[in-house]
């Protein structure tokens, strides 16, 4: 499996990106797509989900509401939009896979195979 994330990068707090997940070799036998973030002295959060059918998202508590996660129709490609950043939502974005069909999706322990992350910093 190997994940490629991109869409990272500079934005002002109110602002907006994008960031997107491609997936390929065996990911394809995976149940769901998530994101995670991290920054410097906190642990790794969740973000949000997506299973590959599309039909199930799950979100983080602090993102609900502002972010979306799709899945780009027959391709194994997902999109994260971020809305209405603010400073706190700077981090490294993590995409990853997981063949876990648990109901949460929000526990680490569920991917199986990580990327290798993008940058996004959102100034004040």
């Known amino acids: 499996v190997q994940l490629q994330a991109s869409g990272g990068g500079l934005v002002q707090a109110g602002g907006s990106l994008r960031l997107s997940c491609t997936a390929s070799?065996?990911?394809?036998?995976?149940?769901?797509l998530g994101w995670f973030r991290q920054s410097p002295e906190k642990e790794r959060e969740f973000v949000a989900a997506?299973?590959?059918?599309?039909?199930?998202?799950w979100y983080g508590d602090s993102v609900k509401g502002r972010f979306a996660i799709w899945r780009d129709n027959g391709q194994m490609l997902v999109h994260l939009q971020m809305n209405s950043l603010k400073p706190e939502d700077t981090a490294v974005y993590f995409c990853?896979?997981?063949?876990?069909?648990?109901?949460?999706?929000?526990?680490?322990?569920?991917?199986?195979?990580w990327g290798q992350g993008t940058l996004v910093t959102v100034s004040s």
């Open positions: 990853a896979v997981g063949s876990s069909r648990t109901e949460s999706g929000s526990s680490r322990n569920e991917y199986d195979y």
């Open positions: 070799g065996s990911a394809r036998s995976t149940y769901r």
């Open positions: 997506v299973t590959w059918s599309g039909r199930f998202t």
